[in-house]
Each structure stands twice: as structure tokens, then as C-alpha cells.
């Protein structure tokens, strides 16, 4: 059959079956719960939790990495000192 004798795609069985095909995907079935359809408000006054990147412990080796840094016994001992001296802040110029 040459592709002048072939019905268009919209034609076919399979595409009629596929646009009837009404049935609920389970994956995509939220339960209720909070989504772009039924979100979930903070109370007024209430502050919304943020989590970032210093929420968890860094070694200095982290840090260097993280800084586009080869680890590099130097680098480490920098990463190291600059922990000890900024802390989490140290962190969060990296890794926001």
C-alpha cells in the first residue's frame, strides 16, 4: 500500500480509541491533597518554611567542591577556615 491509499492518522481506529479513552491516569490522581488545583495557604502572619543548602552539615571538602574548586589539601584548608569563620553564611554564597 503506498502512503496515497492510506487513510489520514486522525482516521484510524486507534486514534478514535485513543481520544474516547476518558479513564483516569492513577499516577496522576492527587488523592486531595495540596496541588496547582487545591493549594495549600499559609494562615496570616505565618511564615512559609524554606529550606536551603546550608539546612545540612558541609564538610570543607564540600564546600570546595562546590565552589568549582579541585580538593586539593590547600583548598580544603581554605573551605575549612572559611567555615569556621561564616558558618552557614559561607554556604549560603554558594549554594543558595
Known amino acids: 500500500m503506498t502512503d496515497q491509499n492510506q487513510p489520514p ?7 478514535a480509541d485513543a481520544v474516547e ?8 490522581i492527587t488523592g486531595g491533597g495540596p496541588d496547582s488545583d487545591n493549594p495549600e495557604f499559609l494562615q496570616p502572619g505565618e511564615e512559609p518554611v524554606v529550606r536551603t543548602g546550608a539546612d545540612q552539615e558541609w564538610e570543607p571538602v564540600d564546600l570546595a567542591v562546590a ?3 579541585d580538593p586539593t589539601p ?8 572559611e ?10 554564597r554558594t549554594v543558595p
Open 9 to 15: 492518522l486522525e482516521e484510524t481506529p486507534e486514534v
Open 21 to 28: 479513552d476518558d479513564v483516569a491516569v492513577d499516577a496522576f
Open 67 to 69: 565552589e568549582g574548586r
Open 74 to 81: 590547600e583548598n580544603i584548608e581554605r573551605a575549612r577556615k
Open 83 to 92: 567555615l569556621e569563620r561564616d558558618g552557614a553564611a559561607a554556604i549560603e
